[in-house]
């Protein structure tokens, strides 16, 4: 299973960013979908999930701010972040399970500027 995220970028205080990450199988095969985020000497975090029931589960720091969906057409899913925080700068990750193994998609970085 190859991950591959897209999206970061230098955005200010408030504004959107919507990271992808599409896979290379059917994702309708997988147990799970998530991202992850990381800051250097930190460790990685989980910030929002999306089981295959479509329930969904957030960070606290992200709740109301940022939403995981998914496009089963495009095999993907994306991290939409809205009202971003110079807290939320950090290389983010998808994740995604299947069979019992997890795949990890090369980082993307997000910069939140004042």
């Known amino acids: 299973v190859q991950l591959q995220a897209s999206g970061g970028g230098l955005v200010q205080a408030g504004q959107s960013l919507r990271l992808s990450c599409v896979a290379s199988?059917?994702?309708?095969?997988?147990?799970?979908m998530l991202w992850f985020r990381q800051n250097p000497g930190r460790q990685r975090e989980a910030v929002a999930s999306?089981?295959?029931?479509?329930?969904?589960a957030y960070v606290d720091s992200v709740k109301g701010r940022f939403t995981i969906f998914r496009d089963d057409n495009k095999n993907a899913w994306y991290l939409q972040m809205n009202s971003l925080q110079l807290e939320d700068t950090a290389v983010y990750y998808c994740?995604?399970?299947?069979?019992?193994?997890?795949?990890w998609g090369q980082g993307t970085q997000v910069t939140v500027s004042s």
């Open positions: 999306l089981g295959t029931l479509g329930n969904a």
């Open positions: 994740n995604a399970f299947l069979s019992g193994t997890r795949y």
């Open positions: 199988v059917n994702i309708s095969t997988l147990s799970s």
